[in-house]
């Protein structure tokens, strides 16, 4: 197998751009890919302050070298969930990464923060694990750059996350969980503006990319992940892929070209979405007086 561009051995088959490119060729194809999504949605630019969670797996690894790369300044913000050794080594992998590149990193402890961990739910309540882990994060990702004054939250969420996350929405005809599958989701009032850099890229790219890169990782899986409906979703749309290579990537493409307009005006025009308040205890966004993440907390502590 050689490269498309070059003639050299090929790391990487990509099946549906019928290519294959060697380590150099495609770190340039990752890195436009990423560029092409920037420019595309106006997700942000070089004046930007970018606010970048990283997980220490191995998309926001990805993004984090690929923006830097780019010549973007992003600072990385590392929220510590508390899954015993999971976490430990989410933190170690995202420390080796900023000393290896001498790039900024902080981190969040949301057991010294709130008194909570993600197990803690887990044990104490019945909320949906990765329900609850995506609002702590959410939460704590809007509350730093809130602080920080960064402009732009940029995630980790590769094409087929947001492929996964549509087909879940459109098995219930859930459109406000449709709409947030769009790669940008401007800021208003203290809601921080948030990217997807990594739309057109897929875990297989990323993977390859950070390993080929030779770049610090977490590759283990979350232990607490196991049952979750975005598991499921993915090997059923990975069974299509294989059947009809770029499914993913046009399921994804024609739906902001086609569907995305047309909804998002039926969503204003019918108030799909919650006009936003400030939560009476924390302050932050919320469609209710008391915001989901502080609902959580509560539920989790008066269950101990």
């Known amino acids: 197998m050689k490269c498309r561009k070059c003639g050299s051995p090929a790391i990487i088959h990509i099946r549906r751009h019928k290519s294959s490119f060697c380590k150099q060729c495609f770190n340039e194809y990752f890195l436009k890919q990423i560029e092409k999504a920037i420019s595309k949605f106006s997700m942000f630019d070089y004046a930007d302050s970018l606010l970048l969670p990283v997980s220490g797996g191995k998309d926001s690894v990805a993004l984090w070298h690929a923006l830097i790369s780019l010549g973007y300044t992003p600072h990385a913000l590392h929220l510590q ?60 990702y809007n509350r730093y750059a809130l602080k920080n004054k960064h402009d732009v939250i940029v995630t980790g969420h590769n094409g087929d996350d947001l492929a996964s996350q549509l087909f879940h929405a459109v098995k219930s005809w859930n459109i406000p969980s449709m709409l947030s599958t769009y790669p940008v989701r401007e800021g208003r009032g203290s809601l921080v503006k948030r990217a997807k850099p990594l739309v057109y890229l ?73 006009a936003f308040q400030e939560c009476i205890q924390c302050g932050m966004p919320s469609a209710k007086e008391l915001c989901s993440y502080c609902r959580l907390v509560e539920t989790t502590n008066r269950a101990r």
């Open 81 to 140: 969930l508390g899954i015993s050794k999971y976490s430990e080594n989410s933190l170690r992998e995202c420390r080796r990464f900023a000393e290896k590149f001498d790039v900024p990193l902080d981190v969040v402890f949301l057991e010294k923060e709130s008194s909570i961990t993600i197990p803690l739910i887990k044990e104490k309540t019945s909320i949906r694990i990765c329900g609850a882990c995506g609002t702590a994060k959410r939460y704590w």
């Open 202 to 274: 897929t875990e297989k790219e990323t993977m390859v990319y950070v390993l080929s890169n030779q770049l610090p990782v977490h590759l283990e899986e979350c232990p607490l992940a196991q049952g979750a409906w975005s598991i499921t979703e993915k090997e059923m749309l990975n069974s299509m892929e294989e059947r009809q290579p770029g499914f993913k990537y046009r399921f994804l493409t024609e739906f902001y070209k086609h569907a995305f307009p047309k909804l998002t005006n039926n969503a204003k025009q019918e108030n799909v979405r919650n």
